[in-house]
């Protein structure tokens, strides 16, 4: 019986777990798997974050890489930066000196009577015909006919250097076929042709003729009648007071000549265009430098080579074609260059700007009265 009842018992439990069994298992799975999400939540909670360190790390150095490379271009731009600095300097300078041109060329202009006053000028031009009358006609009117200053002393060496150096005497042929007067002419006709045209220009139309000139160019033209004019008187001393024979006189070389006149000393055209030379080539050196942008030595080596040049062949031409000894054309070249670079200095400043800078000034002592000169250099 008990076998039989146990029996029973077990097939009824059987029966009943298969009815009821997949709600249980559904209900362990779900009790399970809530239990497993839980656990799966708390194990979420427990897990610590994630490991940014690397990450960050990562980020660390790259930023320590872009801000290097940032130093590197910094300190490239440092190192370029004097260059940079020494070009706009440079460009600045050059601007400036362009606005100072611009500004000399733009002025106003300055009046002739606050250089040249009208008194000078109408001594000027009795100095000129002064010096025109005692050139040609001083022997005559004073009476020194005779030669006062006679050649140089056999043997010396100026009197060699005329004896040797000479060119055909049969013929009488110019040095370098004449261009050596060629030279003494153009030295003082062009500079005299360009300021005379050139003022005479301003007069008409109130403007340079060339945009690259100052206002204030008739002031160069009344300097360069003034060196003239007190040349000539200085050529027209010393001619009268010496009455020095020609080396073609004292030589008796016919083929280069025959006057009587006794004027070698000193050289005519040699004094003439070393005072043109001196005169001009502080014309044009301004010019040049201050208003065309010339640098100094390009702008002092063209004009003063160029005119003190052709004042040399002057003088070496009238040795060569016995027209003057070595010391008529030496005591020429120093009169000449000293009156034209004296009338330069004391009416032009540095930048070649219309400046009188020595003047006269009456005074009165209980002595007397008299003219005191005053200068500014």
């Known amino acids: 019986m008990f076998s039989k009842f146990f029996l029973v018992r077990f097939l009824c439990a059987l029966i009943a777990f298969s009815f009821v069994s ?73 601007d400036i000196e362009a606005e100072k041109r611009a500004e000399k060329i733009a002025a106003e202009r300055i009046p002739r009577e606050a250089n040249f006053s009208g008194a000078g000028l109408v001594l000027d031009t009795t100095v000129l015909a002064l010096g025109g009358v005692l050139t040609f006609m001083g022997q005559d009117l004073v009476g020194t ?56 220009w301003l007069m008409l139309n109130e403007e340079p003729i060339l945009a690259t000139q100052s206002r204030n160019v008739d002031h160069a033209f009344w300097g360069f009648f003034r060196t003239m004019a007190w040349t000539s008187l200085s050529v027209g001393i010393t001619k009268t007071l010496f009455a020095r024979q020609r080396p073609y006189q004292a030589f008796v070389r016919t083929a280069y000549g025959d006057s009587d006149v006794n004027d070698s000393f000193v050289s005519t055209l040699t004094t003439f265009a070393f005072a043109s030379a001196s005169y ?48 008529d054309v030496l005591v020429g070249g120093l ?28 005074y009165f002592s209980e002595d007397g009265a008299g003219l005191a000169l005053s200068g500014r250099f």
């Not at 209900?27 to 940014?52: G, L, N």
């Not at 006679?150 to 005497?169: E, T």
């Open 280 to 327: 001009s080539s502080w014309g044009l050196r301004d010019w040049m430098v201050n208003d065309l942008g010339y640098s100094n030595f390009a702008g002092t080596l063209i004009p003063f080579g160029t005119f003190y040049g052709l004042a040399t062949l002057t003088a070496v031409a009238q040795i060569y074609q016995q027209e003057a000894y070595f010391s």
């Open 145 to 200: 006919t005779d030669p006062s200053f006679g050649a140089p002393q056999r043997g010396s060496w100026d009197y060699d250097i005329s004896l040797k150096f000479h060119g055909d005497l049969a013929e009488g042929s110019g040095f370098l076929f004449g261009v050596g007067d060629i030279a003494g002419y153009a030295v003082v006709g062009v500079p005299a042709l360009a300021l005379g045209s050139t003022y005479l």
């Open 22 to 94: 997949p709600s249980v298992v559904e209900a362990q799975d779900s009790t399970k798997s809530s239990k497993k999400k839980k656990s799966s939540k708390k194990t979420k909670k427990e897990e610590p974050p994630p490991e940014e360190p690397e990450v960050e790390d990562e980020a660390a150095a790259k930023a320590e890489e872009l801000e290097a490379a940032v130093a590197e271009e910094a300190e490239e731009v440092v190192e370029e930066e004097p260059a940079a600095e020494s070009v706009f300097a440079t460009s600045s300078i050059a």
């Open 335 to 362: 009169i000449g260059s000293l009156v034209g670079n004296l009338v330069y200095a004391t009416h032009f400043d540095h930048l070649g700007t219309p400046e009188t800078r020595i003047s006269t000034l009456p």
